[in-house]
């Protein structure tokens, strides 16, 4: 194994299509990824942020280069040492050399690149070679042999998401358990029910909480659906779809193997130049990932409504107190992890947006904005798995009921007027609620009323 660790600031000399390029000595990338650095000095968020991304490029590597090695392609000892290294980026390794920025242009070339050349120069380095001797192990003619970044970084785009959107299902089914706990312990506290924020019927407190649990398995179902969707790659269409530079066979075998290495239940396209342009996928699971973050978002405005006070609002639960929540305004509360949760679903539903400009944007026989999509898709599910979790842990777990205020509230409004209703009809209903109103009474005072025969 050759020793690539030299001072700070040391450099070697690679180069590529369009001329020399310096390297840092001690990098695993190459000249492709240096210059891809240079160009796009973004966001500084790096592709190796993403390990399900890198996970997914690394099995696809193995998967190219246990097809090449079987159809002679590709000599054996090259495709072992390829396949060694991508065990060690799949465990975790050589991440930190993966500094392209998640804003690129190039259709994911950039990212793809990267791969390539971090496995070549890792696997120069195992054979007993200098970084950057690609006699030996070289990115393009080895590593990425019979592939395109038009069929290997959509393909790893949507492992990645296979492999991550089952973490956030999980994450969403424990909070949907949480809500369901919290509408068993709370089925008896009878609560006023509210339309257009006005009052409306009576209800319970665990109802309410219930339906929270029940829209979100709901939208579990819907992220299901999404991972079959997902499961049709164009593995071996290469750069339009139409196979070329790829030998008779490696399609196939590719397949067979990525199949085997993910586990996944992937699937060929029917059409590979349709499935190289295509990103109607994206558009439907960054819909449903909306979905589900409009539905976190209104939940956690419902919370904060019902807890508002706690002395001048709602005051119908209380919130598990996290941090003070003035710097100038003793005593106060706020409910930051629901706010949180707004600021999440705020983000995910601007994303989609962005998805969707995306997949429009595509010209021709490919989409050139994949990997804005591919950022902002597996950045989502992330984040909403994380506030989903945080949401469960710190927050929901903890809430308190006020029955007291409950009733009061209940009992304040005009809620039970609707049960009436049958009985002495809708003109006399109202004109009774109507009185209440004007009299400051409650319904306990209208019920003694009713039983003295005063009234309607």
């Known amino acids: 194994m050759t020793d690539r660790h030299r001072g700070a600031g040391a450099v070697r000399q690679e180069a590529d299509a369009l001329g020399p390029v310096a ?13 891809a650095i240079v160009n796009f000095p973004i966001s500084g968020t790096r592709i190796g942020r993403f390990p399900g991304l890198l996970c997914a490029l690394a099995r696809i590597k193995i998967a190219a280069a246990r097809a090449n090695a079987r159809l002679g392609a590709l000599p054996a ?21 993966f500094p392209v920025d998640v804003f690129q242009g190039g259709a994911g070339t950039s990212t793809n690149m990267n791969m390539n050349e971090v496995i070549a120069n890792r696997g120069l380095e195992l054979m007993g070679h200098p970084c950057g001797s690609y006699a030996h192990l070289h990115p393009n003619d080895d ?47 009878a609560k006023l029910g509210r339309t257009e924020l006005q009052d409306a019927v009576p209800m319970t ?65 029917a059409d590979l ?45 209380r919130l598990p107190p996290m941090q003070p929540g003035s710097s100038i305004m003793p005593g106060k509360v706020n409910p930051v992890i629901c706010e949180m949760v707004n600021q999440v679903a705020f983000h995910v ?29 597996l950045q989502s599910v992330a984040l909403l798995r ?37 009985e002495i009809g809708y003109e006399n209903a109202s004109q009774l609620a109507r009185q209440m109103l004007a009299d400051g009474q409650s319904w306990t005072d209208v019920v003694a009323g009713l039983q003295r025969g005063d009234g309607a």
């Open 205 to 269: 407190l665990g109802a309410e909480m219930r339906a929270y649990g029940t829209t979100l398995r709901e939208d579990v179902d819907r992220l299901r659906a999404t991972v079959g969707m997902l499961a049709e790659i164009n593995l071996g269409g290469t750069a339009i779809g139409t196979g070329v530079a790829a030998p008779e066979g490696y399609r196939e075998a590719a397949f067979a193997e990525l199949v085997a290495l993910t586990g996944l239940p992937l699937k060929p396209a």
């Open 386 to 422: 994380n506030a989903a979790e945080v949401f469960r842990l710190r927050c929901i777990d903890g809430i308190e009921a006020d029955a007291d205020r409950c009733r009061r509230n209940l009992e304040a409004s005009t809620a039970y007027f609707a049960e009436l209703v049958p």
């Open 349 to 377: 539903i601007g994303a989609d947006v962005t998805i969707s400009f995306a997949a429009e944007a595509g010209q021709l026989q490919l989409n050139a904005f994949e990997p804005i999509m591919a950022f902002e898709l």
């Open 143 to 189: 590593v990425n042999r019979s592939q395109s970044t038009n069929d290997v970084y959509p393909t790893a785009i949507r492992i990645a998401l296979m492999s991550d959107i089952p973490l956030l299902m999980t994450s969403l089914s424990d909070l949907a358990a949480a809500f369901e706990a919290k509408g068993a312990a709370f089925a008896g506290i």
């Open 77 to 97: 000892e090259k495709a072992a040492t390829i396949e060694k290294v991508c065990a060690e980026i799949i465990a975790g390794q050589h991440h930190q050399h």
């Open 23 to 35: 390297v840092p000595f001690d990098a695993l990338y190459g000249a492709q990824t240096a210059r």
């Open 273 to 317: 130049m349709e499935a190289s342009w295509d990103a109607g996928v994206f558009v439907h699971v960054s819909g449903v990932l909306k979905r589900v973050a409009t539905k976190l978002s209104k939940i956690a405005n419902d919370l904060r409504l019902l807890s508002s006070g706690p002395r001048g609002g709602l005051g119908e639960i």
